[in-house]
């Protein structure tokens, strides 16, 4: 079941049917669920297992669980919720002796970063995000540094996102490309679809706002292969900014995109719990004045919706 379920989570099938391994006996098949069920939007089913394990006897899983919820709150704009529990996941995996031997390579790292190590990454890059989501860009760059360098390709991805989209928001979009492109390559080579797709959008995205002729080109183009196949694959969370962001450039085709963003938010936002709901209905990260107006808000969302 396991290695199914990590097909799904980090692999080459992130739209894989997952919800039996929700009453799996051990704690790690159902965090690797819930990791799943976030990606494809359904956050009100991954909270209910994710609220679980973060109790977990296990420090590490406990921590991975945190930091996952953290991860589905920022997502829907709830930075302020998420840091609290990005906290408590560091403070858990601190407690931690080390990686479960059983889920370890030879060399004794967990090839997924499902150990220690990985969960402490996950948790700073977590806080570093959050910090990036309140504005106190100086505290996220010395979060991002505090990380350090992954030990495996999830955190290097990840870092890769982060570190983007500082100087995204920090008006740098052309020192953003470099990462941006350290992480999608990192997640092509791992054929980590979930995370090679989220990678071209926040790529593609720096390439759009850095304007230069060859990178907005480059920009689009990658954009809307990502849009595509995340519509294949039913990543709802993926589907709404990508359409955004080309929406913002777009012409003829901008009332068709702006229709699927409302259709993908629309989506997500049903299948939220009611306090992500809520919370994201007040966040000026989350364009739900796009499901009112049929119209995105003031919000730049080449520099606000990406995230994670």
């Avoid at 370890?104 to 499902?114: A, T």
């Avoid at 071209?200 to 849009?227: F, I, N």
Wanted: glycine share 8%; charged share 25%.
């Amino acid at each position: 079941m396991e290695a199914e379920l990590r097909r799904a989570a980090f692999g080459d099938a992130p739209d894989l049917d997952v919800w039996a391994a929700l009453s799996a006996a051990c704690p790690r098949p159902r965090w690797l669920a819930a990791v799943v069920l976030g990606g494809q939007g359904h956050y009100a089913a991954a909270a209910t297992v994710l609220d679980a394990l973060r109790h977990d006897p296990d420090p590490v899983i406990a921590s991975l669980a945190l930091s996952t919820r953290a991860s589905h709150h920022r997502q829907l704009g709830a930075h302020h919720l998420a840091r609290a529990l990005d906290g408590q996941a560091l403070a858990r995996v601190r407690s931690s002796g080390g990686a479960d031997p059983d889920s370890v390579d030879p060399d004794g790292v967990d090839p997924d970063g499902v150990d220690a190590d990985g969960a402490r990454t996950d948790a700073l890059l977590g806080l570093a995000a959050d910090s990036l989501g309140a504005g106190r860009l100086d505290e996220a760059r010395r979060l991002l540094a505090l990380a350090g360098t992954p030990g495996a390709w999830r955190g290097e991805v990840r870092r890769g996102w982060v570190a983007a989209e500082i100087e995204l928001a920090s008006g740098r979009a052309d020192a953003a490309v470099a990462p941006a492109e350290a992480a999608h390559d990192v997640a092509a080579r791992r054929k980590a679809l979930r995370h090679e797709l989220k990678s071209a959008l926040v790529l593609g995205t720096s390439l759009v706002v850095w304007g230069t002729p060859d990178g907005l080109k480059r920009g689009v183009r990658l954009v809307q292969c990502e849009l595509n196949h995340s519509a294949e694959k039913g990543l709802f969370p993926l589907i709404w900014p990508s359409a955004l962001v080309l929406a913002d450039r777009a012409t003829t085709e901008r009332a068709s995109l702006l229709s699927q963003a409302q259709k993908a938010l629309s989506c997500v936002l049903s299948r939220a719990e009611p306090v992500s709901r809520l919370v994201a209905a007040e966040s000026a990260w989350v364009p739900t004045g796009l499901l009112r107006s049929g119209e995105p808000p003031n919000a730049d969302p080449q520099a606000n919706y990406l995230t994670d």
